[in-house]
């Protein structure tokens, strides 16, 4: 059985339409990505869990912020690389300046035996919906779409 997450994508409306709040991936991997090396503030939930409250969960976490809105819209569920994503679309505003993320340990460098901690989401930043395209990793890209028809 597939592994599932959850996650929300918040959205605003900026000067040039509207903008996404994507999480650069933290951890030497996606150290010197940039292009398709953003997600949707995400994460696991075990069977029995309540989906939606755990995409909240997960944002919370990995933004340090709880969700700035109170209604979400579904977006659906995608499956990518073995997993089942399932978002929700939240407007709302945050300073993604601000934003501070839990962590997770790695042995650092590979086979030394050192272990390290590196933040899930070393930063955060809004993006129009033609840069965002860009800097989300392939398979959350239908999420922009679904979004997109969603607001009209």
């Known amino acids: 059985m597939a592994k599932r997450s959850a996650g929300v994508l918040l959205h ?15 951890g030497p991997f996606w150290a010197r990505k940039d292009a398709a090396a953003w ?8 069977d029995g869990e309540d ?4 995409a909240r969960r997960e944002f919370a ?8 809105a109170a209604e979400l819209a579904p977006l ?5 690389s073995g997993k089942v994503l ?24 590979p086979r030394s035996g050192r272990m390290q901690e590196f933040p899930e ?8 919906l033609v840069a965002a395209r860009e800097k989300l990793v392939k398979g959350q ?6 979004l997109a028809g969603l607001l009209g």
């Open 61 to 68: 976490e990995e933004l340090g912020s709880p969700v700035p």
């Open 12 to 26: 605003r409306r900026g000067p040039a339409g509207v903008e996404v709040l994507l999480g650069h991936m933290g």
């Open 39 to 46: 997600s949707i503030p995400k994460g696991e939930y075990v």
């Open 86 to 109: 399932t978002v929700w679309a939240a407007e709302g505003d945050l300073d993604a300046d601000a934003c501070t993320s839990n962590t997770f340990a790695l042995e650092w460098p």
């Open 76 to 80: 659906g569920e995608v499956r990518a």
């Open 121 to 128: 989401i070393d930063r955060a930043g809004w993006f129009d």
């Open 141 to 146: 890209v239908p999420f922009l779409d679904r």
């Open 51 to 54: 989906p939606e409250a755990a």
